[in-house]
T-cell receptor, first 113, second 112 residues
Framework: DVKVTQSSRYLVKRTGEKVFLECVQDMDHENMFWYRQDPGLGLRLIYFSYDVKMKEKGDIPEGYSVSREKKERFSLILESASTNQTSMYLC????????????FGDGTRLSIL | QKEVEQNSGPLSVPEGAIASLNCTYS??????FFWYRQYSGKSPELIMS????GDKEDGRFTAQLNKASQYVSLLIRDSQPSDSATYLCAVNMWGNTGKLIFGQGTTLQVKP
């Protein structure tokens, strides 16, 4: 079974802090994704990566950056956390290819106070 | 604008009935289609994938794809209270990147 592990289930941070969310997958997947999910807005793609050190902006990249130094690990960084970044953050991974699904981690519920 | 549309519901069905969930998508060239189930407070879980026109069955679940009409549906037979969840339709409109666009989800309630 695919295992996508997010470092924290719940996280509370303060405005202005730099926040790191970590995601690790154990299936040698090329593609990794970061989403946020908010009520009424659905899943929105923040960034994705299809290879080590490669990244592409998703639909809502403002205020976020990412890092992929190793194939199995994809980090999401909130450079200066703001209250409007309070959300559920979901990491997913998948194989390269048109017919490949994404597999999700358990999510991190992040609160910015 | 690439879009995936779902009726948000809630869709309420009695236990044992067939639940029918529908999804339409904007890009005629879309290649692959997925259904995810998401329980409240949990992450999405893949339940079905479909790539060709027609039906694909897996246990109590049947996915149906009609590329000419640009819709995909999910049927759940013999619905159980444990099927109560939000069902997300996801479509690959970007080929090999594996990037998906998700619908907003349909909330299904199965009443005992």
């Amino acid at each position: 079974d695919v295992k996508v592990t997010q470092s924290s289930r719940y996280l509370v941070k303060r405005t202005g802090e730099k926040v790191f969310l970590e995601c690790v997958q154990d299936m040698d997947h090329e593609n990794m994704f970061w989403y946020r999910q908010d009520p009424g807005l659905g899943l929105r793609l923040i960034y994705f990566s299809y290879d080590v050190k490669m990244k592409e902006k998703g639909d809502i990249p403002e205020g976020y950056s990412v890092s992929r130094e190793k194939k199995e690990r994809f980090s999401l960084i909130l450079e200066s956390a703001s209250t409007n970044q309070t959300s559920m953050y979901l990491c997913a991974s998948g194989l390269w290819g048109a017919n490949q699904p994404q597999h999700f981690g358990d999510g991190t519920r992040l609160s910015i106070l | 604008q690439k879009e995936v549309e779902q009726n948000s519901g809630p869709l309420s069905v009695p236990e044992g009935a067939i639940a029918s969930l529908n999804c339409t998508y904007s890009d005629r060239g879309s290649q692959s289609f997925f259904w995810y189930r998401q329980y409240s407070g949990k992450s999405p879980e893949l339940i079905m994938s479909i790539y060709s026109n027609g039906d694909k069955e897996d246990g109590r679940f049947t996915a149906q794809l009609n590329k000419a009409s640009q819709y995909v549906s999910l049927l759940i037979r013999d619905s159980q209270p444990s099927d109560s969840a939000t069902y997300l339709c996801a479509v690959n409109m970007w080929g090999n990147t594996g990037k998906l666009i998700f619908g907003q989800g349909t909330t299904l309630q199965v009443k005992p």
